[in-house]
């Protein structure tokens, strides 16, 4: 029983959620609902990528509902990229956050929800004032990330000061929520198990609506290049920017073209900063076996993946692959029932312990070239294999079985007797 316990989320870019009814906080808001609970989700009115501001006027916020999850829009200004206006935007969430949440009714438990720090920070600030439970959800190591992708030094003073902060969320949340499997082996290889007790991390992966996507799977595209029965489709879906590093799927694709295989294509779908240099590189190389198709809206990429040959897992490789994955795309490739081409190797793979496709040691090319062959050349049984092994992992995956594992960590705030923490699930 959920005892009509009211449950706050903090997600600065939740704005989304609302109007598309999907993603990780709207889900897991919906399937707690429907649990008993009373949920609201407090996001800025901005969005993060194009879209018009939820707020025009002078309004400190504004108020909707969608699946019965309460939505709060915290006025926060427009910005594009990653400059001085988005830093100043995630300054205005947080400010008002703190003005508007002060003079509400008290929770009984507040998530502050990562990309940015500054959500569990304002997570745990206000539970103290409400003399209830606080717990941090980390989806974004700040600053490791920002680190591993070269944005900030390691040894720099703003860095220093978010290790700082960093270590005080961990210590100061009553529970954490890593979304990688390797959550608590990050914590114990930063050193700070000493003062953050490894009990209180919990693993809570993203994931994917089955139901849903099964139903959006069928919908009828109108697209030759996607309809095209004679290609083995090797799809992608996601940003198409510098870290993403889809130059390496060119490179693959010159490497094909070259061997005169004539069969695969690689089909792009996303947009970012690198989308326009990429698709002239493309036409500037005579390449016909790989085209970017622009933006697709979320509610259509599973009818995209219904096409696919093999699904595309790329990303930068870096030091923090070690903890595991939990991209959102990983689940929709999963819930896809299509083998899964990683092009890089993680610590804790949901991919290579249930045998759902193939995941390179070696990201190049020449690796990527050989496993899209690979692929295209497989027997019927050995590639039905890896289809079945996806959708059966998919299901370990569904934000109702993961709402199940958030109602156990919520318990535990109240519940200090295994037996009744377990009759309360």
């Not at 969320?169 to 953050?196: C, F, H, L, P």
């Not at 793979?349 to 090319?365: A, D, F, H, T, W």
């Not at 059966?392 to 009744?420: H, P, R």
């Amino acid at each position: 029983m959920a005892d009509n316990k009211e449950i706050w989320m903090f997600n600065h870019y939740a704005v989304n959620m609302f109007y598309y009814r999907i993603g990780r906080h709207h889900s897991l808001g919906k399937h707690l609902v429907e649990n008993g609970y009373r949920v609201t989700i407090f996001c800025a009115s901005s969005w993060h990528k194009g879209g018009e501001n939820v707020i025009t006027d002078e309004s400190l916020y504004k108020t909707d509902s969608a699946d019965g999850v309460n939505y709060v829009f915290i006025k926060a200004r427009d910005y594009v990229g990653n400059g001085k206006k988005r830093i100043l935007n995630i300054l205005d969430y947080y400010r008002n956050l703190m003005k508007i949440a002060r003079n509400l009714e008290s929770p009984d438990v507040i998530i502050g929800s990562s990309v940015h720090p500054l959500a569990c920070v304002a997570a745990i600030k206000l539970a103290r004032k409400y003399h209830c439970k606080s717990i941090a959800e980390i989806r974004d190591l700040w600053p490791a990330s920002l680190v591993a992708y070269g944005v900030l030094k390691e040894k720099s003073l703003p860095c220093s000061l978010l290790y700082k902060l960093e270590k005080w969320i961990y210590k100061k949340a009553d529970r954490i929520i890593m979304t990688w499997e390797g959550g608590a082996q990050y914590i114990q290889d930063k050193n700070w198990s000493y003062v953050i007790p490894m009990e209180k991390i919990y693993h809570i992966s993203n994931g994917v609506e089955l139901k849903e996507y099964s139903e959006r799977a069928v919908a009828d595209l109108q697209d030759a290049d996607i309809n095209d029965s004679e290609r083995f489709l090797a799809i992608y879906a996601g940003s198409v920017s510098m870290v993403n590093n889809i130059q390496v799927l060119i490179d693959a694709a010159e490497i094909l073209q070259k061997r005169g295989n004539e069969r695969i294509r690689i089909l792009i779908y996303g947009k970012g900063n690198q989308l326009d240099t990429l698709t002239d590189e493309v036409k500037a190389k005579g390449l016909t076996n790989i085209k970017f198709k622009g933006f697709v809206p979320r509610d259509s990429v599973p009818a995209v993946l219904s096409h696919a040959g093999c699904t595309l897992l790329h990303n930068t490789s870096t030091v923090l692959n070690k903890y595991g994955q939990s991209q959102n795309k990983f689940f929709e490739y999963l819930a896809a029932g299509k083998p899964i081409l990683m092009t890089y190797s993680v610590g804790y793979s949901v991919c290579k312990r249930n045998k759902c496709g193939i995941e390179l040691s070696e990201q190049s090319p020449e690796a990527i070239a050989d496993a899209l062959e690979s692929f295209c050349n497989m027997s019927k049984e050995e590639y039905g294999e890896y289809c079945a092994n996806a959708v059966k992992t998919a299901e370990d995956y569904d934000y109702k079985k993961l709402t199940d594992k958030l109602i156990q960590v919520i318990n535990s705030l109240f519940y200090e007797d295994k037996e009744v923490l377990n009759e309360k699930i």
